[in-house]
């Protein structure tokens, strides 16, 4: 009894801690409002999209049987491959905003159009085209919102916290989205839930409509960096393909990759060999796949509050890769001992590996791809992705087939499981080189540098340069030269204009930006007090920074003004 009270005193701590991590998370996400309204967009739109996939499959299946569900689900996943990069290519030449709100509407007169084809008994497959075009029309949605969620953010732990949480949607979409559908399908009708889903994406839009990004403009708005004249734009076949090269000139987005992909092959692979273990193991028949389903949600559910409280730790990579291996190593349970009991765990700790991955796919994308091609860097993902799950999904049925469950699934575990494990040195390099660099917890705190995008500030720190000052040493003259813009780390410095006082400084406050904003000689003469270090930014760097974002150099020019009205 001893050993279980220690083990009890020792668990408690770790728990309150987790759940601690996960509320922290949680609040900082739900407390900004542009993520709570991304979030809450999100949370509508999948649910209601879960519903209407659910509703489609039941209606075709009454009208064609498994043959027809089947032809449509492939030639659905097909366009959809190839659909995503080129819709993504919107992302980034067109304001976000209007590409997520666009998609809403769109989708919502799709959902709105089928509901009536199914009123007037229009043809099968005129209500199957809407139903695919809804699909495809929503292709550009999810690469627009991932690549919008950096200039929403304040943090790289929000950023983190953010995509857990969209995470975690996913998941209990997942879990709700059908079971709302098939109630609401054998309570109501068909009809209803394509309505709902129209609802839900016009409530995703106004949601949308309300987001004010706190980093200031992105590819395609006016003045950003997406809004040059067409003559200066790639070519149009150069910009499809621009989300495929950087990925392949990217080495770590290149194992990203290869990593999610391995993971989408077996998440492809789930679909054939779901129905054999509810059939074969569980003994439920074809339609055990649902049970099968809802334990995996569970595992999912669970494992996107464990990558909330994991946002803080800056762990991404190593935790990608981990989460990889959950969805195959925990097959082998099942290839050793073929159970209900192996078949769930398996299920639940694969739901578990899910939310890592995605979450940390998203969050390092983020951090490693410059702003104005991360839209179609997601859109090819995305098509990839896709790719390999359909090639998961045609291949297991010849490995069962061929070589029985067991041998298939032992080779989809070692297939995808070992070069997870091999990755995992890599990663932690990774994980190491994505750290915040020293300054940017000051960066992030000076109002001009504030409205910046966190990987824009951290940029930046990159780029600092450390200098010290004892005690009594100029650190700036007045008439020199305006080369570089000043932060202080620790000490104390006093501004002087011809010899006269004008104020001291401290930790954490900048001096240098008048010249370099007004392009002038040093204004004031800035002498230490105390033995203090400091921050340099180079001139072109922080000009760079400063007039990239239009609520940037609003503050810095608040400060000049203020400071030239004292002086």
């Given amino acids: 009894m001893a050993v279980d009270a220690g083990e009890d005193a020792a668990a408690s701590p770790v ?13 900082s996400v739900f407390g900004n409002p542009s993520l709570r309204r991304i979030e809450l967009a999100l949370a509508g739109s999948m649910i209601g999209d879960w519903a209407y996939a659910t509703a489609v499959v039941v209606w075709a299946y009454g009208v064609g049987g498994a043959r027809l569900v089947g032809i449509w689900g492939a030639v659905r996943l097909l366009l959809m491959a190839f659909a995503s990069p080129l819709g993504s290519m919107l992302a980034d030449r067109l304001p976000r905003k209007r590409v997520l709100i666009t998609s809403d509407v769109l989708r919502a007169l799709l959902a709105v159009l089928a509901t009536l084809g199914l009123l007037t008994d229009a043809p099968a497959a005129l209500v199957l085209v809407l139903a695919t075009l809804l699909s495809l029309v929503g292709c550009v949605f999810r690469p627009a919102q991932m690549a919008w969620m950096p200039s929403l953010t304040r943090r790289p732990e929000e950023l983190t916290a953010a995509n857990g949480a ?11 989205g059908p079971a709302l559908g098939a109630l609401l399908v054998s309570t109501t009708s068909v009809e209803v839930v394509f309505l709902l889903n129209a609802a839900t994406f016009l409530l995703s839009a106004v949601l949308v409509g309300g987001i004010r990004p706190i980093a200031g403009p992105t590819p395609g708005d006016a003045g950003g960096a997406g809004a040059d004249a067409d003559a200066e734009q790639p070519r149009m076949l150069a910009q499809l393909a621009g989300g495929f090269t950087h990925i392949g000139h990217d080495r770590d987005l290149l194992m990203v990759a290869i990593l999610v992909c391995t993971q989408t092959i077996v998440a492809g692979a789930t679909i054939v060999f779901g129905v054999v273990f509810a059939v074969e193991i569980l003994k439920l028949g074809p339609q055990g796949v649902g049970v099968i389903d809802s334990v995996f949600g569970v595992g999912a559910i669970v494992g996107g509050f464990s990558a909330l409280a994991r946002s803080t730790r800056n762990r991404v990579a190593g935790d990608l890769a981990v989460g990889t291996v959950l969805w195959s190593l925990p097959l082998l349970l099942v290839v050793a001992y073929p159970s209900p009991v192996t078949v769930f765990a398996s299920a639940i700790l694969l ?19 410059p702003d104005a091609v991360l839209g179609r860097v997601f859109g090819a993902y995305e098509g990839v992705l896709i790719g390999t799950m359909a090639l998961g999904s045609a291949v297991m049925p010849f490995l069962i087939s061929g070589l029985g469950l067991r041998w298939a699934l032992a080779i989809l575990a070692v297939v995808v499981g070992v070069p997870a494990l091999a990755f995992l040195p890599r990663c932690r390099r990774l994980d190491a080189s994505l750290r915040a ?29 450390t200098e010290t000052a004892p005690a009594g040493a100029a650190v700036v003259r007045e008439g020199e030269v305006s080369d570089r813009f000043l932060v202080i780390s620790s000490g104390r410095v006093e501004v002087t204009v011809a010899g006269e006082h004008i104020r001291f400084e401290g930790a954490g406050e900048f001096f240098g930006e008048i010249g370099l904003l007004r392009d002038v000689p040093r204004t004031a003469t800035v002498t230490a007090v105390e033995d203090t270090v400091l921050y340099s930014l180079a001139r072109e760097d922080f000009l760079d920074a400063v007039r990239g974002v239009d609520e940037s150099l609003a503050a810095a020019d608040d400060v000049v003004m203020r400071r030239l009205a004292r002086a």
């Avoid at 728990?15 to 609040?27: I, M, Q």
């Fill in 351 to 369: 739901g578990f590996g899910n939310p890592l991955v995605d979450v940390n796919f998203a969050t390092i994308v983020q951090r490693l791809t």
């Fill in 166 to 176: 969209s995470s975690t949607i996913e998941s209990l979409a997942f879990f709700l």
């Fill in 15 to 27: 728990l309150r801690s987790a759940l601690h991590d996960t509320w922290s998370s949680l609040r």
């Fill in 437 to 465: 660099p020293d300054g940017t917890a000051l960066l992030r705190g000076l109002t001009i540098f504030s409205p910046l995008a966190p990987a824009k500030i951290e940029a930046l720190a990159r780029a600092l340069t």
